[in-house]
């Protein structure tokens, strides 16, 4: 075995380990960290409450709160105007996969002069200035990945951003932060959760470390999920939820995404379909194709999400595996592209866009079966069909 494991240096875990910022700063010598967030978790106070914790240990620090829901170059450029209006030596971000996304892009950015879409895949972004990940959905396992996807205000393209520059030093991972996540952001994080970790397990890509963290994720999520979505007060199911996705962004993050991520980014960019969502309409069909280049895989999946039994041959447990995804997706109420908004004449105007971006972007290359240009032009009106 070979592998190449990368990971944050720091993970705290567990209910209220978001109030420990000043002594994780400490830990790690900075001193003047750049908070960088969303106008709901300053509503909520959040911000507030973590600037007064700062204030009481003398720390010096700004904060940036123009994030946007998939973000924008424009974002990023309005973000680090305001870090090279201070001093910082790091960037904290308190929020979901937009603002942490955010952050990583404003870090590895600080110390660079050329425009962010020179540096996205297969380029990198290898260093930046140090950074902290308080995550409040249970989803992207941002907080753990050294990935960031940008969109492009020019061009309207999800760009795939990867480098050790974009992995944070530390994550802060307290499911108290996700008690208060509506229904629709539970379940679409939730499954973007739940893709990772299955993506990161049947990736040409896997190894045995990211094998372990992958099945323990996708077992947690399709035991969890439901629960948290029908039941939001429910401790138990956002803490498993919540490590969950953490383990889900480790996974993807050494092991990379594949056909469904890359196949999504472009849908979230052409449509603003939010990213677990347009995840969760690509997660059956796309699985049901893939699932002839590693049968064995897929079969353990099933049998690890208990939606196969321990006799069921991998062609039984492949079919129960498509028929309990759809299920989920159906009880999540995930809507079809139609169901969303999108017209069918948009939706085939932008296949060969979305087919171009999604094999630039290099996932469907890690996918178990390899897709040529028109199989994902036949996949996108497969989507369409159901
Ligand atoms: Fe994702």
New binding site residues.
């Given amino acids: 075995m070979s592998a190449n494991i990368n990971l944050p240096r720091i993970l705290r875990i567990g209910a209220g380990v978001s109030r420990l910022l000043p002594e994780v700063l400490d830990e790690l010598g900075l001193k003047d960290p750049l908070l960088i967030s969303d106008d709901f978790i300053v509503s909520l106070g959040w911000l507030d409450n973590l600037e007064a914790q700062l204030n009481e240990k003398g720390f010096t620090h700004n904060r940036f709160t123009g994030v946007v829901p998939d973000p924008t170059t424009d974002a990023i450029a309005a973000g680090l105007t305001v870090l090279k209006q201070g001093q910082h030596d790091c960037v904290v971000a308190l929020g979901g996969g937009s603002s942490i996304d955010t952050a990583k892009a404003i870090a590895a950015m600080a110390n660079r002069d050329q425009a962010i879409r020179c540096y996205k895949v297969p380029q990198t972004l290898d260093d930046g200035l140090p950074i902290i990940a308080i995550p409040t959905t249970a989803g ?1 396992g941002s907080e753990a990945t050294r990935a960031a996807v940008i969109t492009d205000t020019e061009t309207q393209e999800k760009m795939l951003c990867m480098g050790l520059g974009l992995m944070p030093v530390a994550a802060l991972v307290d499911f108290e932060l996700t008690m208060t996540m509506p229904l629709r952001l539970t379940a679409d994080t939730g499954i ?1 959760s739940l ?2 970790a299955l993506e990161a397990y049947v990736s040409r890509h896997a190894n045995p470390f990211t094998d372990t963290i992958a099945l323990a994720s996708m077992a947690a999520i399709a035991k969890h999920l439901r629960t948290a979505c029908q039941e939001p007060d429910n401790r138990e199911a956002r803490e498993a939820m919540m490590l969950a996705a953490t383990q889900g962004g480790i996974a993807f993050s050494n092991a990379s ?1 594949t056909l469904i ?1 890359g196949m999504s980014r472009p849908i979230g960019a052409l449509f603003h379909v939010p ?2 969502m347009s ?1 969760a309409m690509l997660l059956p069909d796309i699985t049901a194709w893939s699932i002839s280049g590693a049968p064995a895989r897929y079969a353990c999946c099933a049998r690890t999400m208990q939606f196969a039994n321990s006799s069921d041959s991998d062609e039984v447990a492949n079919q129960k595996l498509i028929i309990a995804l759809r299920q989920l997706c159906s009880d999540l109420q995930v809507p079809t592209p139609a169901s969303f908004g999108i017209s069918k004449a948009q939706w085939q105007q932008a296949i060969p866009t979305m087919a171009q971006q999604a094999l630039g972007s290099g996932s469907p290359a890690n996918n178990p079966l390899i897709p040529n240009a028109e199989q994902i032009t036949a996949l996108y009106d497969t989507v369409w069909g159901n």
């Fill in positions: 992207t973007d893709c990772h995404v991520h990213h677990g995840n």
